[in-house]
Structures are given as structure tokens and as C-alpha cells.
């Protein structure tokens, strides 16, 4: 066993830092780069990468694990999902081995809330299973020990209620989780329930090693208050990141100190650069114009809930059927006239949802 850290495995910045979080056909190497144009976190997070006795690593995961560190210079934590503990040792040892100097560790999902994924018992599923929960850790803290790697956590509070977190925290203890990122809901939260934040600040207080809050992260000011009542040593973004990809060089700009008046403020014309971006994002020669522009969708479902209050670009642009038909909607909304220069506001507009159907 090697009991020293690879070079390739970096610190935790003691003054704050930033994660993008996992986010399940989004979190790819063109949305990374993209994001790291517009200043990247201090860490990256593939989107889960599903493990059972069959599995291999998937092409967007291995793009990701191959690519993201040398072209952004952002460390990368590969994300799995799955109970079978063989399997998922299998693919750890695979991931560490095969991109042993690109990828700083692994991370395991606790917390998908899909039903499709709770289901089979992996995800969110697993915290209905404590005993099982504390064998994966267990053998997962031993493979990156093995190539002295990081091991983190990605959790929720718990699948009906918060009750089962303690326990959790402690296993998390028991196998020196490197950095546990907190969502703080419950699976049965989904993506809309208040955010327990006293959850995540008693997490911070029991656990040896970094907290990362995550959780409507929405902005500067949101961020600050988080910090405030938690404490926690990091900020994990996922969907206002995709809302807003300036967040992350905001946040670093807070935690250096910058007067806020000070820290950049992304403006129209800037979201509309972004948008035109996403189509690369997404691009594929062998799809049709209809394909790519659901895929670009997808991202602005988000940012639409910040460019109006009344919604009225987002419901254009879900009935868009091509990128052209997007941009030119994207043109009327912001560029027209003087509008390039107006700020994008720092928060989503309330009452607008990105996706009404699973949030
Ligand atoms: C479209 C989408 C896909 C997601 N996929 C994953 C995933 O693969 N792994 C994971 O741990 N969480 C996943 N999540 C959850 C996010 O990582 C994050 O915990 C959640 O969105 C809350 O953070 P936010 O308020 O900053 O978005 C996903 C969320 C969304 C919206």
C-alpha cells in the first residue's frame, strides 16, 4: 500500500475554494473548458459514472479523466455510483490506474434521487443502507490509498428524513474521507425543498476533514451567507453555475477579499457569447439541428430563469427548433438596443423554474 499522495493529488486551499458539481449529461469536457474560459473552480467533479459487474469506463468520463487537468489545469475527481463493492473496487483501481496523472481521486455518490437509480439501491438509494454504505467507503479508502489518491463523499442528509447523517458523518470518520460535499436535502428533497444549512454547519463541526456546502449556491452574496452559517471550508455549484459560469471566478474574487463592489459583473452581451459557446459545447456532426439545439436546452433552461422576469425567454426558446432559431431569440433578448450592456442579474428571477418537471 502506498501510504504517501501521488504528486498529481493537490491540497485543499486553506482560504475557500469552489467544486463544480456532478451534473449528469452536462458536466463534460467542452461545458469544463468552457467554464474554465470564464475562470475555473478549484476542482472539477465527472458526472457519476455508473459501476456494476459489467461496467466500463464510459467515453465522456474517460475524455474527462484524460483531458480536463492538463487543458484547464483544474484537478479532477472522478464521480461513481454503485452497491457492488467488487465492481466498484474494480473501476476505482481502472480510473487511478489508467489516468494515474490526471486524476487527483474518486468520489462516490450518495445521493442521486432519481427513481430509476434509488431503486436499484445505488445513489441516494444507498442511505437507506448504512452497513452497506460503510463497506463501500471502507474498500474505496483502500484503493486510493493504494495509489495515494483522494477519496471524497458527495451526499445527501438522508432518503426520507435527515435521521441516518450522523451515522453517516461517522462512517465518513471511520474511513478518512479526504472531503465530504454536503447537499443538504434529503432524497425525498429532490432539487426544491429548503436547503438545511444547520445540517451542513453541524457536518462541518463533526467532521475531520473539509465540509464542501452545496445547495442553491446562487451567487456572491448567497455565498457569503453560507459561509456564515456553516462555516464549511468550501462552495459546491452545479445549476447556477450553469445559470451564471462567471460564478466560480466571482467566488475566488470573494474569497481574495475583493470589495464587492469590485468583483466582475457579467453583463448581457457576455450570457449571449456563452450561449453561442454551448452550441460548441454540444456539437456533433452526425446529429440533426433539432438534436442540438434540445441539447443546448438543457443549459438554458437555466440561464432563462435570469434574463427575464416574466419568463418570456424561456418560453421561446424551449419552442425553438434549431441553434439559428435559439440565437436569434437570444439576439432579441440580449443584445437589442443598449441591452448588451445591461448586468445579468446575480440571482434567478423567482418563479421561474428550469425544469418544472423535475423540480
Ligand atoms: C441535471 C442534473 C444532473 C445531476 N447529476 C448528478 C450526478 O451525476 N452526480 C451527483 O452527485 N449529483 C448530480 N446532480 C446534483 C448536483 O450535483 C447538485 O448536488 C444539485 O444540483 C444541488 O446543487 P445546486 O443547487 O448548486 O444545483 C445533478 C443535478 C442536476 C440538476
Known sequence: MSTTRSDSVPAFPAGGFTMLAPMQDMTTLP?????????????????????????????????????????????????????????????????????????????????????????????????????KVSEILAALRRVCDEHGKLFTIKCRLGFDDASPFPRLLEI?????????????????????APVDYAAIADSVKKSPCPVVANGEISSVGKARSVLAQTCCAGLMCGRHAVRNPWIFRCLREMFAGTPDEEIFKPKLGDVFEYIRELETCVADPTVSAARIAARMKKFLNFIGTGIDPEGAFLHAVRRAGTPTEIFRISEKFLLAGTLAEKEFPPEPFSGLCARPNCE
Not at 475524455?63 to 480536463?68: F, L, M
Not at 474494480?90 to 434509488?118: H, Q, W
Not at 465518513?172 to 426544491?192: F, K, M, Q, S
Open 172 to 192: 465518513a470518520r471511520e474511513n478518512r474521507a479526504d472531503l465530504i460535499a454536503v447537499h443538504g436535502r434529503t432524497v425525498r428533497g429532490l432539487y426544491r
Open 31 to 131: 461545458f469544463m473548458r468552457m467554464l474554465a474560459r470564464r475562470g475555473a473552480p478549484d476542482f472539477f467533479v465527472t458526472e457519476f459514472l455508473r459501476v456494476n459487474a459489467t461496467s466500463q469506463i464510459d467515453d465522456s468520463v474517460a475524455e474527462c479523466a484524460e483531458k480536463t487537468l492538463p487543458e484547464t489545469g483544474t484537478p479532477l475527481l472522478v464521480q461513481l455510483i454503485g452497491e457492488d463493492v467488487p465492481a466498484l473496487v474494480r473501476v476505482a483501481d481502472a480510473v487511478l490506474s489508467r489516468y494515474e496523472k490526471t486524476v487527483a481521486g474518486i468520489d462516490i455518490n450518495l445521493g442521486c434521487p432519481m427513481p430509476k437509480i434509488f431503486r436499484k439501491n445505488v445513489g441516494g438509494g444507498l442511505l437507506r443502507d448504512l452497513p
